[in-house]
C-alpha cells in the first residue's frame, strides 16, 4: 500500500504563471502526482525587488502552500530561488525544498564543452551571483558571464514571443553577452546559455537565433523535475498507481487573467474553475 504522505500532492510557487513551465515538466515526468500551485500575481514582478522583499514574499507563499500540507515544495521562480532557497530550507527543514537554480547550474555543466557559460536572468538573479556561486561549486574553473534581460519577462507575459520584436530585443541583450570584444581578455566566447528565469523558455527560439546555432540552450525545467522526481522515490514519497495527478492553482490577483496567460506558459487549457484566489 502507498505511504499517506506519499499520496499528498506536491506545492510550487512562482511570481506569477512563469513557474508553470517547471509545473509542465513535472508533469511530463510524474503524470499521476497532484499538485498545488501558487503564483503570486499581485506582486509580480520579483525579479527588480531587493532579496529581503522577494525572500518575505517567499516565505509567505510557502507558509500558503506548506498550510495545505505538502509533501515537497518546489521554488518555481528563478529570482526566489537565488534569493531565498536557504531561508526555506531552514524554516521548512522537515520537507524537501527544490529550487530552480542549482538545476539550471547542472545542465549547463554538462552541457558546455569551452568551459565558458553565459547566464540571462532577471536582475536580482544576476546581480544577487546566485548562478554564478551554483555553476563554481561543480566547476570551479568555469567562465561565467551574467546578463539581465528585463524585457523578455514583459514579452512572455504579452505573448510576443515570436517575430522581428522579440527578436531584435534578444539580439540587443545578447550581442554584447557573446562578442569577443565586449568580453574580458582571456575570456572564451560562451557555448552554453543558460536560461535563468522562468519566462525565457518562451522566448528560446528568438534567443536562439540572436546567438551562433551552436550555442546550447539551457532550461532548468527538465532537470528540476528530474531532481524533483529522483527526491520523491528517494524518501519514498513517490505516487504510484494510475489515472492523472489534479492540479489546483492558487493566485494572489485576477483569476481570469492566471488563467488566459497561465494557458499559454503551461500548454494547455487552464479553466477558471480550477483557480483560487488566496490572500497571502
Ligand atoms: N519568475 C521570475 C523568475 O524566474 C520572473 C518574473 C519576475 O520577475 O517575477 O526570475
Given at each position: 500500500m502507498m505511504d499517506k504522505a506519499a499520496g499528498l500532492p506536491i506545492g510550487m510557487f512562482d511570481s506569477?504563471?512563469?513557474?508553470l513551465t517547471v509545473l509542465k515538466a513535472v508533469r511530463e515526468q510524474m503524470p499521476c502526482e497532484d499538485v498545488v500551485y501558487l503564483g503570486d500575481t499581485a506582486r509580480l514582478p520579483y525579479g527588480t525587488k531587493s532579496p529581503q522583499t522577494v525572500s518575505r514574499y517567499a516565505v509567505q507563499c510557502a507558509a500558503e502552500l506548506v498550510g495545505r500540507n505538502i509533501k515537497l515544495l518546489v521554488v518555481a521562480c528563478n529570482t526566489a530561488s537565488a534569493m531565498a532557497l536557504d531561508a526555506l530550507r531552514e524554516i521548512y527543514s522537515d520537507i524537501p525544498v527544490v529550487g530552480v537554480v542549482e538545476p539550471g547550474a547542472q545542465a549547463a555543466c554538462v552541457a558546455t564543452r569551452n568551459r565558458s557559460i553565459a547566464v540571462i536572468g532577471t536582475e536580482s538573479t544576476i546581480a544577487g551571483g546566485a548562478y554564478q556561486r551554483a555553476i563554481h561549486s561543480i566547476d570551479p574553473g568555469t567562465r561565467i558571464v551574467g546578463h539581465s534581460c528585463p524585457l523578455f519577462v514583459a514579452l512572455a507575459e504579452e505573448g510576443?514571443?515570436?517575430?522581428p520584436i522579440p527578436e531584435a530585443v534578444a539580439k540587443r541583450y545578447l550581442d554584447p553577452v557573446f562578442s569577443p570584444f565586449s568580453l574580458a581578455e582571456q575570456s572564451v566566447i560562451p557555448d552554453t546559455l543558460v536560461?535563468?528565469?522562468?519566462?525565457?523558455p518562451l522566448l528560446a527560439s528568438a534567443i536562439q537565433k540572436a546567438v551562433d546555432p551552436a550555442t546550447v540552450i539551457v532550461d532548468s525545467a527538465a532537470t528540476t523535475a528530474a531532481i524533483v522526481h529522483g527526491e520523491l522515490v528517494r524518501l519514498g514519497l513517490g505516487r504510484t498507481g494510475g489515472g492523472c495527478g489534479k492540479t489546483l492553482y492558487l493566485t494572489t490577483d485576477d483569476v481570469a487573467r492566471f488563467a488566459r496567460t497561465g494557458t499559454r506558459f503551461l500548454g494547455n487549457p487552464i479553466s477558471e474553475r480550477e483557480v483560487e484566489l488566496v490572500d497571502l
Open positions: 506569477g504563471v512563469g513557474g510576443w514571443t515570436d517575430g536560461l535563468g528565469c522562468t519566462h525565457f
